[in-house]
């Protein structure tokens, strides 16, 4: 793994079952801040993701029609934008999974037969690098 990434959770989504009952909506934890603790401990106890993952919670990514969304990024590389996640073992398996293979791509992309399936059918978008002018220049 050569450089560090960013993954940012949208602490805000919540599953269509949660959005559809009021009173399910005030009482529980969004489900995209149950996936953000799943994926905190899931790193805690991965000695290869120390120091190379940095999450972050973002607020609503405009992605609510397919939340729980989250979005994976690094320096120099694509970003990817992510949905239709949860907090279960098998998102939280699939997230990491891609994002190993991210921080091994030196562009950013993964080989297609490197991702997960759930992430292949489930990637929003897929942002090019930003400009080197533009970064550089900040
Ligand atoms: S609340 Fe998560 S994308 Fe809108």
Same mark, same amino acid.
């Given at each position: 793994?050569?450089?560090?990434?960013?993954?940012?959770?949208?602490?805000?989504?919540?599953?269509?079952?949660?959005?559809?009952?009021?009173?399910?909506?005030?009482?529980?934890?969004?489900?995209?801040?149950?996936?953000?603790?799943?994926?905190?401990?899931?790193?805690?106890?991965? %000695?290869?993701?120390?120091?190379?993952?940095?999450?972050?919670?973002?607020?609503?990514?405009?992605?609510?029609?397919?939340?729980?969304? %989250?979005?994976?990024?690094?320096? !120099?590389?694509?970003?990817?934008?992510? !949905?239709?996640?949860?907090?279960?073992a098998e998102r939280v398996d699939?997230?990491?999974?891609?994002?190993?293979?991210?921080?091994q791509a030196d562009d950013g992309?993964?080989?297609?037969?490197?991702?997960?399936?759930?992430?292949?059918?489930?990637?929003?978008?897929?942002?090019?690098?930003?400009?080197?002018?533009?970064?550089?220049?900040?």
């Amino acid at each position: 793994m050569n450089k560090k990434a960013i993954l940012q959770i949208c602490s805000t989504c919540n599953s269509a079952a949660v959005k559809q009952n009021p009173e399910r909506l005030a009482t529980e934890c969004p489900e995209g801040e149950k996936l953000l603790t799943a994926i905190e401990a899931a790193i805690s106890s991965d %000695a290869a993701m120390h120091g190379k993952l940095l999450v972050q919670p973002a607020r609503c990514m405009s992605g609510c029609q397919r939340s729980c969304v %989250a979005a994976l990024m690094a320096d !120099g590389k694509y970003q990817f934008v992510l !949905g239709e996640l949860d907090s279960s073992a098998e998102r939280v398996d699939d997230l990491l999974s891609f994002a190993k293979s991210y921080l091994q791509a030196d562009d950013g992309l993964p080989q297609w037969r490197d991702r997960p399936e759930h992430i292949r059918k489930n990637t929003i978008a897929r942002l090019h690098p930003l400009p080197s002018q533009i970064s550089n220049e900040n």
